[in-house]
Nanobody, 123 residues
Framework: QVQLVESGGGLVQAGGSLRLSCAAS????????MGWYRQAPGKQRELVAT???????HYADSVWGRFTISRDNAKNTVYLQMISLKPEDTAVYYC?????????????????WGQGTQVTVSS
């Protein structure tokens, strides 16, 4: 089994910065694509940013130029640096990862979600 544990959320004023972290742990053979999604009250969960194991990134238009996704493959950890935060960035931010796990005889690929961390941006 794999766990994704997020940290770094909180309350910040508009224009401020936050850095989110998400560490994957468990019987991991490899961590492939990792990403961040967010869900605001009354809205659907939406993609924020993704990063492949090779470092290729993709961002939602709404965060382009303000958010930076990165990862440390040795630590199976993904980060989201957020600057110039806006009230509309307020949401629960979820970590997501495609993980290949290793058991005694099998390798299994599966998608995992973290528990979410609240980001609140006040105006």
């Amino acid at each position: 089994q794999v766990q994704l544990v997020e940290s770094g959320g909180g309350l910040v004023q508009a224009g401020g910065s936050l850095r989110l972290s998400c560490a994957a742990s468990g019987s991991i053979f490899s961590v492939n694509s990792m990403g961040w999604y967010r869900q605001a009250p009354g809205k659907q969960r939406e993609l924020v940013a993704t990063i492949t194991s090779g470092g290729s990134t993709h961002y939602a238009d709404s965060v382009w130029g303000r958010f930076t996704i990165s990862r440390d493959n040795a630590k199976n950890t993904v980060y989201l640096q957020m600057i110039s935060l806006k009230p509309e960035d307020t949401a629960v931010y979820y970590c997501n990862a495609d993980v290949t796990t290793q058991s005694a005889f099998f390798r299994t690929g599966k998608n995992y979600w973290g528990q979410g961390t609240q980001v609140t941006v006040s105006s």
